[in-house]
């Protein structure tokens, strides 16, 4: 699978927008962007994923660069209850094998 | 919404011990994953089912083992526990879709070996 870098920790201000970076030079043309985030003694929870096209849900925007190397999770205004640790990943829609594979994310912190 | 079951929450054992984690997946939901996740770690991918059938394998020792069920619910056994075995074990369920569907994660069991 295609790899992905992050910055290790991040800090925001609560009630302003954070805007969460991913690198992924070696990004093949059938790998899906998702991200999941995990808040502290929980399991993994989805938060978005896309292809090529910008996507937008009740959580949060996916912009995904023009060359699809980089894309940017953005949360629109930050609260106590994003504090987790935000993980993106490459998932190949042609591999039969359906399992992420979870590298080292972001942590988040929200300073009230 | 029913969400991914997992139980027990907790279990303690001494080594050498077995334990028996199990994973009950959303309804209709066709595919099973089991992940550990040690301290201070991120979650590393373990065994998954689809359809009942074996359908990957990561790092998962040869002590361990997992089955799925004919009513989908998956069962994690762990035999000659060892200290290095404690960790928070998260099952996950998915439902087949084109490589993008989304995996639902249970809220884990937490394992600790004495």
């Known amino acids: 699978d295609a790899k992905t870098t992050q910055p290790n920790s991040m800090e925001s201000n609560e009630e302003e927008p954070v805007h969460l970076p991913c690198n992924h030079s070696t990004i093949s043309g059938t790998d899906y962007i998702h991200w999941y985030r995990q808040l502290p003694s929980q399991g993994p929870e989805y938060v978005i994923h896309g292809l090529t096209s910008n996507v937008n849900n009740r959580m949060a925007s996916l912009a995904i660069a023009e060359d699809r190397k980089s894309s940017t999770l953005i949360l629109h205004r930050a609260t106590l209850r994003d504090a987790a640790v935000y993980y993106c990943?490459?998932?190949?829609?042609?591999?039969?094998?359906?399992?992420?594979?979870f590298g080292s994310g972001t942590q988040l912190t929200v300073l009230p | 919404a029913a969400g991914v079951i997992q139980s027990p929450r907790h279990l303690i054992k001494e080594k050498r011990e077995t334990a028996t984690l199990k994973c009950y997946p959303i309804?209709?939901?066709?595919?099973v994953y089991w992940y550990q996740q040690g301290p201070g770690q991120d979650p590393q991918f373990l065994i998954s089912f689809y359809e009942k059938m074996q359908s990957d394998k990561g790092s998962i020792p040869d002590r361990f083992s997992a089955q799925q069920f004919s009513d989908y619910h998956s069962e994690l056994n762990m035999s000659s526990l060892e200290l290095g075995d404690s960790a928070l074990y998260f099952c996950a369920s998915s439902s087949t879709g084109e490589g993008d569907e989304k995996l639902f994660f249970g809220s884990g069991t937490q394992l600790s070996v004495l």
């Open positions: 990943i490459l998932r190949d829609v042609k591999r039969s094998a359906r399992q992420l594979t």
């Open positions: 309804p209709r939901h066709d595919t």
